[in-house]
């Protein structure tokens, strides 16, 4: 199985417009759930039904069997995901986790096993957030060196406020699709992002957002975020900036490093208000840039356009544009 999961890494790197249109055995393979089983770890919070990892194991054989079939005959049901709350690191505000049913789990491991293979081969050098052998000291030593040995004079930071709760599902479905043509696979994941949240005892719709706290948030905001801003920034933003300009993101937070400002006053600040000119354009026109077979009509100039109408589904970037003048 892990060597079948490797070809299709390769394909997708061989081959960068090819839409996987038979992928779904994977997940439902035997072996495989088995193997997501194991690497699920054993402390972590359970689900709506209460039930961890350990109790999951007991008749493990026989319920990875009824999983698997469940899955295949298109039969899966997810649970609501138990909506629990964190403090925020260094503030009083507290960040909103979903936490799923250990089933739930096991088939979103399995998933993003397979479809990481594919994004692997996509996501661009810039980003770092939760990806296999990447991490933020890679992030923070790659931006050290590009500050001390490349011309860099101002530094942008910025954030995605509210981003996990407020993905644009619609959109992100879009985007699967420019690579994901096996609509199985597809039925699964609309299915996983539909499974409401329960909060006090109460199942609420979530027709938005992909709750932080499953194994599938992550990969999938990525997915959002690699079509909506990593190549607006790489191919289409940076073209445009006068000198250098260099670009790292993790999650949902990233820098962005220039050697000259864009224009001589207000520049960054203008870079904020491209975008909010964008979006109300893109709600003017409400067209959509996908063809029939699923690819962008006029390339990255469309993946703009879709940019700016997600960040207008309250998951706008509200850039904290301070500029830092660096020393060298």
């Excluded at 986790?97 to 692997?120: H, N, W």
């Excluded at 996908?290 to 309250?314: C, P």
Aim: hydrophobic share 35%; proline share 4%.
């Amino acid at each position: 199985m892990a060597r079948d999961l490797t070809r299709i890494g390769e394909r997708a790197r061989q081959e960068a417009e090819t839409r996987f249109t038979s992928i779904y055995h994977y997940v439902t393979d035997l072996e495989h759930l088995r193997a997501c089983y194991a690497a699920l770890p054993a402390d972590r919070a359970a689900g709506v039904d209460g039930v961890g990892k350990e109790e999951y194991g007991h008749n493990l054989e026989e319920k990875l069997t009824e999983l698997s079939a469940q899955l295949g005959r298109l039969g899966y049901r997810p649970q609501p995901v138990r909506r629990v709350y964190i403090q925020k690191p260094g503030t009083n505000k507290q960040r909103p986790l979903g936490i799923p049913s250990f089933a739930d789990k096991l088939v979103q491991l399995a998933l993003v096993r397979v479809l990481e293979q594919i994004y692997e081969a996509d996501f661009i050098e810039s980003s770092y957030g939760y990806r296999p052998e990447r991490t933020q000291h890679q992030a923070l030593d790659q931006l050290g060196r590009t500050i001390q040995q490349l011309p860099v004079n101002f530094i942008v930071e910025a954030d995605i406020k509210g981003f996990y709760d407020h993905v644009n599902q619609e959109w992100l479905m879009k985007f699967l699709e420019r690579r994901i043509g096996d609509e199985r696979v597809l039925r699964l994941i609309v299915r996983l992002l539909k499974s409401g949240i329960m909060e006090d005892g109460l199942v609420q719709a979530s027709d938005e957002g992909v709750p932080q706290g499953g194994n599938l948030s992550p990969l999938l905001s990525n997915v959002y975020l690699h079509y909506t801003l990593d190549l607006w920034f790489e191919r289409q933003f940076k073209p445009t900036c006068r000198g250098a300009a260099h670009y790292f993101r993790y999650a949902d937070d990233f820098l962005a490093c220039f050697q000259y400002r864009r224009m001589p006053k207000g520049s960054l600040r203008k870079w904020e208000n491209d975008w909010d000119s964008f979006i109300w354009n893109w709600k003017q026109q409400r067209r959509d840039c996908w063809s029939s077979e699923g690819s962008l009509k006029n390339g990255l100039s469309d993946v703009e356009r879709s940019r700016r109408r997600s960040t207008s589904s309250a998951s706008r970037i509200t850039a904290d544009t301070h500029a830092t003048a660096t020393s060298k």
